[in-house]
């Protein structure tokens, strides 16, 4: 047990988050079950380690593991956490649970024997953690963590402490809080830097960044889709060159019949890949209202920005880079479809959006759609609103 605590307390010293990410205060700390799911490189374990930092700091009744530890071969983690709590602990950070054969057993042990254990555990995006475990309904709280935001990028590059705001609040009241924003700082300034870098907080390191990005890419797709959802290896290089067709093509409909002669498979095992694709947070899938899974998506978009420019980038249009920025910040609290002629996105079922890439309104204005516009700054009208300022959603 004493290694545990030299590494956890060895960890927290050498954590420094250089943001506090939202996600921090909206969950509710009281439960006694909590994942954290999110892709590969966003930030899951300095989560953990931030949180142990800020509300416990050398208080021992917390304590951080990582199942990759070769320990945890031999001996069961529910049988670890009744050790840890006979020993005055009272808060489990367990990360990479799903490297443990038998992690949802053992969590629901650990629910059942230490009533008085908090355990926070982190793990894939492609994981269902109750759709497929269902030993783990109705005692697990589920949270998303994401990569920056564009406001949290810009609070770091810039010293601001920006508030997020919600979709609401913006559309009712972008002018004024545009102007407080550009009253301190010029967001276009940084926003082609988000879009190329910003998504991912391993842009701090001392790395090259496209690089260490397609490697993370390639890991969600060997770990987090193959072991995951028990994939045999043979079957890696069909659903990485599925992924680069999909990015070299475009945001458009896929082929699907094409795609599976390209990659030697059948129709279905195309659309199984296209879907574990998405659940890693490689690709987005929009559907027209009303449609869903398993049928064929109306749209296949790169996840975000930073994997457009990352996986082909001689082949990144301006418009496509904008639409899946604003696509990216509004799927966190909102349900996106493919909208009908003269917009671009129906939101939420009933709000019309249209992305303008050069920040004029071309055609016929309807006054039904809300016209998302680059290259400005504040809004002119109560319908027309500055891109950038959806990367304040969180």
Same mark, same amino acid.
């Given at each position: 047990?004493?290694?545990?605590?030299?590494?956890?307390?060895?960890?927290?010293?050498?954590?420094?988050?250089?943001?506090?990410?939202?996600?921090?205060?909206?969950?509710?700390?009281?439960?006694?079950? &909590?994942?954290?799911?999110?892709?590969?490189?966003?930030?899951?374990?300095?989560?953990?380690?931030?949180?142990?930092?800020?509300?416990?700091?050398?208080?021992?009744?917390?304590?951080?593991?990582?199942?990759?530890?070769?320990?945890?071969?031999?001996?069961?983690?529910?049988?670890?956490?009744?050790?840890? %709590?006979?020993?005055?602990?009272?808060?489990?950070?367990?990360?990479?649970?799903?490297?443990?054969?038998?992690?949802?057993?053992?969590?629901?042990?650990?629910?059942?024997?230490?009533?008085?254990?908090?355990?926070?555990?982190?793990?894939?995006?492609?994981?269902?953690?109750?759709?497929?475990?269902?030993?783990?309904?109705?005692?697990?709280?589920?949270?998303?963590?994401?990569?920056?935001?564009?406001?949290?990028?810009?609070?770091?590059?810039?010293?601001?402490?920006?508030?997020?705001?919600?979709?609401?609040?913006?559309?009712?009241?972008?002018?004024?809080?545009?102007?407080?924003?550009?009253?301190?700082?010029?967001?276009?300034?940084?926003?082609?830097?988000?879009?190329?870098?910003?998504?991912?907080?391993?842009?701090?390191?001392?790395?090259?960044?496209?690089?260490?990005?397609?490697?993370?890419?390639?890991?969600? &797709?060997?770990?987090?889709?193959?072991?995951?959802?028990?994939?045999?290896?043979?079957?890696?290089?069909?659903?990485?060159?599925?992924?680069?067709?999909?990015?070299?093509?475009?945001?458009?409909?896929?082929?699907?019949?094409?795609?599976?002669?390209?990659?030697?498979?059948?129709?279905?095992?195309?659309?199984?890949?296209?879907?574990?694709?998405?659940?890693?947070?490689?690709?987005?899938?929009?559907?027209?209202?009303?449609?869903?899974?398993?049928?064929?998506?109306?749209? &296949?978009?790169?996840?975000?920005?930073?994997?457009?420019?990352?996986?082909?980038?001689?082949?990144?249009?301006?418009?496509?880079?904008?639409?899946?920025?604003?696509?990216?910040?509004?799927?966190?609290?909102?349900?996106?479809?493919?909208?009908?002629?003269?917009?671009?996105?129906?939101?939420?079922?009933?709000?019309?959006?249209?992305?303008?890439?050069?920040?004029?309104?071309?055609?016929?204005?309807?006054?039904?759609?809300?016209?998302?516009?680059?290259?400005? %700054?504040?809004?002119?009208?109560?319908?027309?609103?500055?891109?950038?300022?959806?990367?304040?959603?969180?």
């Amino acid at each position: 047990m004493e290694i545990f605590y030299k590494t956890h307390d060895y960890l927290i010293e050498h954590t420094n988050a250089p943001v506090r990410r939202a996600l921090m205060d909206e969950i509710d700390w009281n439960d006694r079950l &909590i994942g954290i799911k999110g892709t590969r490189g966003v930030g899951k374990t300095t989560f953990l380690l931030q949180y142990a930092k800020e509300h416990f700091g050398n208080d021992r009744s917390c304590l951080y593991i990582n199942l990759n530890n070769f320990y945890f071969q031999e001996r069961g983690f529910a049988d670890f956490a009744g050790e840890f %709590q006979k020993q005055g602990g009272k808060v489990l950070l367990i990360d990479q649970v799903f490297k443990y054969p038998d992690w949802s057993q053992e969590l629901r042990k650990c629910y059942e024997r230490y009533p008085s254990l908090h355990i926070v555990f982190t793990g894939s995006s492609v994981m269902r953690l109750k759709e497929e475990n269902p030993e783990l309904n109705g005692i697990v709280k589920s949270y998303n963590l994401r990569g920056f935001s564009f406001r949290e990028y810009l609070n770091l590059r810039t010293g601001n402490k920006f508030p997020s705001f919600t979709l609401e609040q913006i559309l009712s009241s972008h002018i004024e809080i545009a102007k407080k924003v550009t009253q301190r700082v010029n967001p276009l300034q940084y926003l082609n830097d988000y879009l190329n870098h910003g998504f991912y907080p391993f842009f701090l390191e001392n790395r090259n960044f496209s690089e260490n990005l397609l490697k993370t890419m390639s890991m969600m &797709i060997e770990v987090d889709i193959l072991l995951i959802k028990q994939i045999e290896l043979k079957y890696l290089q069909k659903i990485k060159k599925l992924l680069y067709l999909l990015a070299v093509d475009g945001p458009v409909a896929p082929n699907v019949s094409w795609l599976a002669e390209q990659i030697q498979t059948s129709r279905a095992t195309v659309m199984n890949y296209i879907k574990y694709l998405a659940d890693a947070r490689l690709i987005n899938m929009l559907y027209a209202a009303g449609d869903d899974f398993p049928k064929k998506p109306a749209k &296949i978009m790169m996840h975000n920005t930073n994997q457009m420019f990352a996986i082909y980038p001689s082949k990144v249009e301006e418009q496509d880079v904008l639409e899946t920025f604003f696509l990216n910040s509004m799927w966190k609290d909102h349900k996106m479809n493919k909208a009908e002629k003269g917009a671009s996105y129906l939101v939420d079922g009933d709000l019309k959006f249209r992305i303008c890439a050069d920040g004029k309104l071309k055609g016929h204005v309807s006054p039904s759609v809300y016209f998302v516009q680059h290259k400005v %700054q504040v809004g002119a009208a109560p319908k027309q609103i500055p891109l950038w300022l959806f990367g304040f959603l969180y």
